[in-house]
Structures are given as structure tokens and as C-alpha cells.
């Protein structure tokens, strides 16, 4: 069974500030790995997707990398603001295995 | 795009009974999914499907659980004879996937339906 674990498990930042995610996974056998936001009382939504082929991706202020055959990956949120403020949570996802990380609950204060 | 409807967005009912959760996915999605999510906890799988086929449960998906999706559009989940420890948020995602057995495009999630047993 695929293990993922996030740390840390809360983390409280002024706004401005850069900071880094992480995430690491037992099991390298992944076909890519998804970053989510989850906002309290509501569903997910997908931030970024990184295929096992690639190092890294970017959307705005975010950017993931992976490494497989470590078994990590970090999300990086430059300038943090309040409304970043939510749970984050990984996913590496191989053949019919949709495991997901207990998720980073992230508190920007203005 | 209207996105991943749930229905209901609560459900509180006394141990024992029976409930249904539908989730209608976004319309051109041939992908689903179920989850079930406990306060804390990232979502843990139960099922998936691929068109109208069931292709993987979950061995948290007991005999008190069934899933269906009759047309390969919307889908419900079932669970007989409601325990305690069913308490939990349950959620359905989808996407438009070209393979089979693994996701490889970004999966959109409903809102969930949160379930109560008293």
C-alpha cells in the first residue's frame, strides 16, 4: 500500500512569505502526481498535475517539483497571501491506486 | 462546464437505515469516482468507474456498499444498513481519462456529501 505523508502537518505565515510544501510517497511506481487545495466544507481542487517524466510544473505564483526515485515532491507558494489560506494535499497516483496525503493546513495572517 | 454536483450536501440518518448519494459528473467526463474522507484525513478511495464498468474497488468498499452508474453518466452510491463509523464526508470526482487503471488528467471533485449516523 502506498504511504504518503505531508509535512508539515500546519504551518502559520505571515502574508508575503515564500514557503515550501512537502510530500513524500513509499511507493515510486507512479504514473504522476497531483497537488490539491481544499477549502474547509468543500471538495478539491486541482492545482497542479506533474507526470512521472517531468522534473516540475508551474501555474502562477506555484510551482511542484518531483523526484520519483526519491519519492518526494514539494509544492512552492511564492508571496503567500490570505487567500492561499486552506489544506493542501498530495496525491501520487499509479495503476488503480488513488492514494492521497493527510494534507498541510496552511494559515497565511495578514 | 458546470462542474461535479453532489446531492444531498448533508444526510443525517439513525444507524441502521439505508442512503443513496448521486453525484452527476461534468457532462463529457468518462471517468468517476468515489472517495470517503474523515475529518483530518486526505480521501481514501472506494471505487471507481470507466464509462458505465466498475474497474476497481477498494477493500474499504464492504458487502454494505454497492456503486452503480447505470449510463455512464451520474452515479450512486448505496450503503445498507448504516454503522457509526460510516460517518464521514463523501466525495466524487471526475475527469476524462484515454487509458485505463490510472488517472492521468487532473480529476475535478464535487462538494461532498457529509453523513451523519446518530
Known amino acids: 500500500k502506498q504511504e504518503v505523508t505531508q509535512i508539515p502537518a500546519a504551518l502559520s505565515v505571515p502574508e508575503g512569505e515564500n514557503l515550501v510544501l512537502n510530500c513524500s510517497f513509499t511507493?515510486?511506481?507512479?504514473?504522476?502526481l497531483q497537488w490539491f487545495r481544499q477549502d474547509p466544507g468543500k471538495g478539491l481542487t486541482s492545482l497542479l498535475l506533474i507526470q512521472s517524466s517531468q522534473r516540475e510544473q508551474t501555474s502562477g505564483r506555484l510551482n511542484a517539483s518531483l523526484d520519483k526515485s526519491s519519492g518526494r515532491s514539494t509544492l512552492y507558494i511564492a508571496a503567500s497571501q490570505p487567500g492561499d489560506s486552506a489544506t493542501y494535499l498530495c496525491?501520487?497516483?499509479?495503476?488503480?491506486?488513488?492514494?492521497f496525503g493527510s494534507g498541510t493546513k496552511l494559515n497565511v495572517k495578514p | 462546464d458546470t462542474g461535479v454536483s453532489q446531492d444531498p450536501r448533508h444526510k443525517i440518518t439513525k444507524r441502521g437505515q439505508n442512503v443513496t448519494f448521486r453525484c452527476d459528473p461534468i457532462?463529457?467526463?468518462?471517468?468517476l469516482y468515489w472517495y470517503r474522507q474523515t475529518l483530518g484525513q486526505g480521501p481514501e478511495f472506494l471505487t471507481y468507474f470507466q464509462n458505465e464498468a466498475q474497474l476497481e474497488k477498494s477493500r474499504l468498499l464492504s458487502d454494505r456498499f454497492s456503486a452503480e452508474r447505470p449510463k455512464g453518466s451520474f452515479s450512486t452510491l448505496e450503503i445498507q444498513r448504516t454503522e457509526q463509523g460510516d460517518s464521514a464526508m463523501y466525495l466524487c470526482a471526475s475527469s476524462l481519462e484515454t487509458g485505463l487503471g490510472y488517472s492521468n488528467q487532473p480529476q475535478h471533485f464535487g462538494d461532498g456529501t457529509r453523513l451523519s449516523i446518530l
Open positions: 496525491a501520487p497516483l499509479g495503476f488503480n491506486k488513488f492514494y
Open positions: 457532462s463529457e467526463h468518462n471517468r
Open positions: 511507493d515510486s511506481a507512479i504514473y504522476n
